[in-house]
């Protein structure tokens, strides 16, 4: 029997851990090291604060750019196409899902 393939994209995020240890170390720095890291501390929180559905929508946009794509970003046959054949292992339910989610974003 056939199976279905569901949608399986995760959006992993490390932001808010690098966040946390760039504090833990500016708890501990010296003058010289504060600066350094008061800046890379503030893109962090930036990061973080970056909507699931914004950064979904950036990655089929990379997805689609890879396998050339260079059409409108719409819920078209070819963006869709363009996505399963750069992520073969997607279903077209997921690809059409993300693909809207793309657009929407």
Request: proline share 4%.
């Amino acid at each position: 029997m056939f199976g279905r393939k569901e949608l399986s994209v995760l959006v992993l995020r490390d932001a808010d851990d690098i966040a946390t240890a760039l504090r833990s170390a500016l708890a501990d720095a010296g003058e010289a090291e504060r600066p350094g890291l008061q800046a890379a501390l503030a893109i962090a929180e930036e990061a973080a604060a970056v909507p699931e559905r914004e950064l979904r929508g950036r990655w089929v946009r990379e997805q689609r750019a890879s396998v050339g794509y260079t059409g409108p970003d719409d819920e078209s046959v070819r963006a869709v196409k363009a996505l399963r054949d750069a992520q073969p292992g997607l279903s077209l339910l997921a690809a059409v899902q993300l693909t809207r989610d793309a657009v929407r974003e």
